[in-house]
């Protein structure tokens, strides 16, 4: 997998990675900061403004808008709506925070290229410490040699090849020595194969056979064989020799001089480079301390930060400890609340199932009473047709009465002036009638009384149901009163109709006499009583629709009652059902607006932690594009110095090469020395050829020469000017080439020594141009300078090989001393260190490749600057939307709060009402209840006015019984006694009949005066007698009435 790639498990949800500091896992990486990966961490934090406000004061805030809100049009929109807003939000935020995860994994990933480049210098500047001690022990070895030895110039041996072969194998034992002991500071393997094949590099002159010196003046002894030595003639002469000579000479010092010229530029490239490689080292030595020192300072503040951003943790998780106690508290409060809700819930059950059981009891005796209502209805449909009966028997006896007035008035009228007689008993009888009609209204306002006591009692019957509805114990003592009352009522009833029947008797009986007058009289009296008997029944059919209404108005009242009852019992059942429905809208409206708050919270957390980790990027971004302009900058300066490198090494080897070249035109042979040959042309020369000694003493001048001004006048000078140049390119190899001592305990360095040699050498030349007259001292003196550099070169080299032991054995102790050193201090920076370790080993592969991906990197960079641009387009999108989501959520917790509000406020009317209506309604039902108490008291004192009337009036009623009784006793005697005077009357009335058919005027006196004899015509005194105690017993029962 790629490093730029996210795993294919990730879900893009904020999770905890295993680049975050952890002292429980040991392979996290320990200095990895927090602001690095911050935007890996998960947070809850909410925003800084609802930290320190609780929940109540944060939704205060709210309430002024609220008149604002009420009047828009947001209140249609549904809670569906707004959580699948809620959602589209919650999408787009986590998208966002997931883009901005992959973007914060790309910035890990730079971040750990920077810290390999990082590495990448860690490595050159071990590199550069490890070429520091290489240049102080070559500086030791340098300074090993004597102080005033002069430098050894080789002699001109063509033929040393066992000196080659021991130099070369010298040089490459010194060079595996050094490469070892560079290579035993190097850790890397990446980095020791860079550096041995660098060193491989610079050693390959090492590997090539040492060159050769030549001195600045030799005698030259051709030894070749006699070439064509019978065609050689007398005129040959020396100039042709010498030029011959220097011929060879010349090319055998232009091979060498190349030799020297290469191994010079090899050597002065590589001390430049050590000096290039030191300065850089050390730069880049100063540049890690101050790295480390920066690092040291920015994890000091880094835990400083760490310190103080704990500190902000605990005093949040206090404040969410708080809030999560102020949470628990409240959600305690609504399970309270809750139970309350169900136990009074439960209460209202219990008092519904009560209620249905009384509505059952009332059915119940609504049926009961519905069933003695059809029960009276039935009796008063008995009476009415016992009323129609008793009008067809009353019409009856009318028409049986007419025919007997029509009857007796004939009788009457055939009876003469005995009528007066009769009127004049009619006229006592209409008497007695009145005291009759007066004892009837005697009893009919004790029927009125017993009739508006059954009415009291009914409506005690109606008031007593219409209370058992409310009160059942009083319902069911009210029910005994009535049942008693009633059971009195039916008592009295049947008294009255035991009267009644005692009074048909009577008429009955006054019906069946077929007497005369008095009978006649008597049946009067009964159709008198009769007809009050009938306005009776007729008030009393009255009464009885009276009655009837009042029931019926009774029974209409009781069923209002029952209605209102049943619509309050409605009505109450509504009122429960709606403040269970508030109250589950409440429970709702609470749970949505705590999903709100957590939602809002979750929002402003998320918002806030995209805000950080947009923060962290940004920053990160500034940093790589500071080490991005840092890391260009050495680019720069490490080409700058390469190219000036270069070609500062490329203009002193064409310096170089140029000088060698005028050198080897300026070098001539000088005479008196004798410079042996190597046969390379022998297979040209002849067998028994042998070489001739040539000595020849030749000055050298600028002015004179060996040649013929007349062959060479051009070289001759060409030789003086070089020879100058070179003088003046000795001196300034000797002043360039003074080196002070790297330490002070050992001697001078062999540059000292090449530097006075090259001095002296200088100065020699200088003097044979000066004074090219005393040729000979001169070459007296150049010979002894010769011997004299001979064996200071052997001395040189003795000393140079003690000096290189000693400095070796040193360098060795000090590179122990250095290395247990560095094993301290490595000991001690490993445990800062730990982490750049395992990156500097990636950063030396990096460090490889650096030229080939800057320009990688550069595009790298301009991508990264467009993704930076759009990441800050991005965080500005994601703020305007988080910015939009906030006032979404603002309006709809808003818009919840006012629902709730409203809500509460309905819920708060209703409750008002409802209490209004409750109160009004057990308000009228006390006042009922109390006009019912009232009038059962006001009933309980009539009734027992009434019972003591009744006992009077029984009292009364048995004393008019009595004489009622005796009263009819004694018309019993004189009905028995007018019975018979009628039948006498009756057989007078026959034999008067009689006599007038017959015409028989004497029977008919005799009759008449028989019976005025007897005494039928007149009242007797008993009859008189009678009458007047009926009239008086009669008189003083109306008058105690």
């Not at 850790?187 to 090492?206: F, G, L, Q, V, Y």
């Not at 600045?216 to 003639?233: C, E």
């Amino acid at each position: 997998m790629k490093k730029s790639e996210a795993p294919p498990t990730d879900s893009g949800y904020p999770t905890p990675r295993d680049d975050i500091p952890s002292t429980s896992r040991s392979g996290s990486p320990l200095d990895s900061s927090p602001d690095e990966n911050s935007e890996n961490k998960l947070t809850s934090t909410p925003i800084r403004g609802n930290i320190s406000r609780s929940r109540r004061e944060h939704f205060t805030k709210f309430q002024p808008e609220l008149s604002i809100i009420d009047s828009t049009a947001s209140d249609s929109i549904t809670v569906e709506n707004d959580s699948n807003y809620v959602l589209d939000g919650v999408k787009s935020i986590l998208s966002a925070s997931k883009e901005l995860k992959k973007r914060a994994r790309e910035n890990v990933l730079l971040r750990d290229e920077n810290e390999s480049l990082r590495g990448e210098n860690e490595s050159l500047r071990e590199e550069n410490c490890s070429l520091r001690e290489e240049s102080r022990r070559i500086d030791m070895d340098r300074s090993m040699a004597g102080g005033n030895v002069i430098p050894v110039i080789p002699k001109l041996k063509l033929n040393d090849e066992d000196m080659d072969s021991t130099a070369s194998s010298h040089q490459l034992k010194s060079s595996e020595k050094i490469k070892k002991e560079l290579l035993s500071f190097i850790k890397n393997e990446d980095e020791r194969t860079m550096i041995e094949a660098k060193m491989e590099n610079m050693m390959i002159s090492d590997c090539k056979p040492p060159v050769k010196v030549f001195t600045a003046t030799a005698t030259i002894q051709v030894d070749t064989d006699k070439i064509d030595a019978d065609v050689q003639t007398e005129t040959d002469d020396h100039v042709n020799v010498v030029n011959a000579n220097l011929q060879i000479e010349l090319d055998q010092l232009q091979s060498e001089i190349e030799v020297i010229g290469k191994k010079k530029s090899d050597l002065e490239t590589r001390l430049f480079d050590y000096e290039q490689t030191k300065a850089k080292f050390e730069k880049d030595e100063q540049k890690l301390r101050a790295d480390l020192e920066k690092k040291l300072k920015s994890s000091q503040e880094q835990l400083k930060r760490f310190e103080t951003k704990i500190e902000e943790l605990q005093a949040r998780l206090n404040k969410k400890r708080k809030e999560f106690d102020e949470v628990e508290a409240e959600n305690r409060r609504l399970l309270d609340d809750k139970n309350t809700h169900e136990f009074e819930l439960d209460e209202m059950k219990v008092h519904g199932e009560h209620i249905a059981k009384q509505n059952e009891d009332l059915e119940e005796n609504m049926k009961k009473m519905q069933m003695k209502i059809d029960e009276l209805e039935k009796a008063i449909e008995e009476e009415k047709d016992m009323k129609q009966q008793l009008e067809k028997k009353i019409e009856e006896m009318a028409k049986n009465h007419k025919s007997l007035i029509e009857k007796l008035d004939e009788d009457v009228e055939s009876a003469w002036r005995k009528e007066t007689e009769a009127l004049e008993k009619l006229e006592l009888v209409q008497s007695e009638n009145k005291s009759l009609q007066k004892e009837n209204e005697y009893l009919k306002q004790a029927q009125q009384v017993l009739l508006d006591s059954e009415l009291n009692l009914k409506s005690e019957v109606d008031v007593l149901t219409a209370n058992f509805r409310n009160c059942e114990t009083q319902l069911t003592q009210k029910k005994d009163q009535i049942v008693e009352e009633k059971r009195r009522g039916e008592n009295l009833e049947a008294e009255i109709g035991q009267l009644g029947a005692q009074n048909r008797k009577l008429l009955d009986e006054k019906h069946d006499s077929n007497e005369l007058l008095e009978e006649l009289k008597k049946g009067k009296l009964e159709i008198d009583h009769l007809r009050q008997q009938v306005q009776h029944l007729s008030r009393e059919s009255e009464e009885m629709v009276q009655l009837k209404n009042e029931l019926n108005e009774t029974v209409n009242r009781e069923k209002l009652a029952d209605e209102k009852l049943e619509k309050a019992l409605k009505k109450e059942g509504e009122l429960e059902a709606k403040l269970e429905g508030y109250i589950r809208s409440e429970s709702a409206a609470r749970t949505e607006l705590e999903r709100l708050k957590e939602d809002d919270t979750v929002l402003r957390s998320n918002l806030e932690t995209a805000l950080q980790a947009a923060q962290e990027k940004a920053s990160a971004l500034a940093t790589i594009e500071r080490a991005y302009d840092e890391l260009r900058v050495e680019f720069e300066e490490f080409r700058g110095h390469a190219n000036a490198q270069y070609e500062s090494d490329i203009f002193v080897r064409d310096q170089q090469i140029e000088h060698l070249r005028v050198r080897l035109l300026e070098l001539e042979t000088y005479p008196g020395q004798t410079i042996s040959v190597s046969r390379r042309n022998q297979e040209v020369q002849t067998e028994g050829e042998e070489p001739q000694p040539v000595v020849s003493y030749v000055q050298q001048s600028p002015e004179v020469s060996l040649v013929s001004e007349d062959l060479i006048p051009a070289h001759l000078i060409r030789l003086e000017e070089k020879i100058k140049n070179t003088v003046e390119g000795l001196k300034q190899v000797v002043q360039e080439q003074q080196v002070d001592d790297m330490s002070g305990d050992l001697q001078a360095s062999p540059l000292h020594y090449a530097s006075e040699t090259f001095k002296k050498f200088a100065e020699l030349l200088n003097s044979l141009l000066a004074n090219s007259e005393d040729y000979e001292s001169d070459s007296q003196k150049i010979k002894k300078l010769w011997k004299a550099l001979n064996k200071n070169i052997v001395d040189v080299t003795t000393t140079l090989e003690e000096r290189f032991e000693f400095v070796r054995s040193e360098m060795t102790r000090k590179n122990h001393r250095n290395e247990q050193k560095l094993r301290d201090d490595i000991e001690e920076l490993r445990k800062d260190l730990g982490q750049e370790r395992a990156l500097a080993e990636q950063r030396v592969y990096i460090a490889k490749q650096f030229k080939e991906q800057y320009e990688l990197e550069e595009r790298e960079k301009e991508e990264l600057r467009e993704e930076y641009e759009r990441l800050v387009e991005l965080r500005n999108e994601d703020n305007a939307e988080s910015e939009r989501n906030e006032r979404s959520l603002r309006e709809r917790l808003e818009r919840a709060e006012h629902i709730v509000q409203k809500h509460a406020r309905d819920k708060l009317n209703r409750t008002y009402e409802l209490e209004a209506d409750v109160e009004e309604l057990t308000n009228s039902l006390k006042r009922k209840e109390e006009e019912y108490r009232r009038k059962i008291a006001e009933m309980e004192e009539d009734v027992q006015v009434f019972k003591k009337e009744e006992k009077k009036k029984r009292a009364y009623e048995r004393l008019t019984a009595e004489k009622m009784i005796k009263a009819y006793n004694i018309v019993k005697d004189r009905h028995d006694y007018l019975l018979r005077r009628n039948k006498e009357r009756q057989k007078l009335l026959d034999d008067i009949m009689k006599a007038m058919r017959s015409k028989d005027g004497n029977q008919l006196r005799q009759i008449t005066d028989n019976a005025n004899k007897s005494g039928l015509l007149n009242l007797d005194d008993q009859e008189s007698v009678s009458l007047t105690t009926e009239r008086r017993v009669l008189s003083e029962s109306n008058v105690n009435h």
